[in-house]
């Protein structure tokens, strides 16, 4: 595994972790609290997976920083690849179900290069 790839990947999954906190967070979250026409629930469960995102974007960067100094652990950059991956595809598919250019979510960018720096750790001697 190429260590300084999973160092790129933990500083990108960071910089995730901000988007998503300090600017997704006024543009989506603050407007979601703000709604009075969503079902309770439907409003709490979306604030509730809003910050599992946010736990899981900051986790995802101890991850590949706690492998980049342990670089025996692959199985963890695997999973982190294929989860971030999976992301990155569920953004691009829930965009273009909702008629939005899948880059306007940058979801869908910020999860495809985290799992493409994964990969290309997992691949490079």
């Known amino acids: 595994m190429q260590v300084y790839f999973l160092w790129a990947a933990a500083v990108m999954s960071i910089l995730t972790f901000a988007v998503h906190t300090f600017i997704g967070g006024s543009v989506v979250a603050g407007p979601l609290l703000k709604n009075t ?61 909702g008629n939005i250019n899948p880059f306007r979510f940058p979801s869908t960018l910020l999860f495809a290069t985290v799992s493409l720096l994964g990969l290309v750790a997992l691949l490079v001697e």
């Open 37 to 97: 026409d969503l079902p309770k629930a439907s409003k709490w469960l979306n604030y509730y997976t809003w910050h599992v995102t946010t736990i899981f974007t900051f986790s995802m960067g101890g991850a590949y920083a706690y492998v980049a100094l342990n670089p025996n652990r692959p199985e963890l950059v695997v999973f982190l690849t294929a989860v971030t991956a999976a992301l990155s595809v569920l953004s691009a598919a829930v965009a273009l179900k």
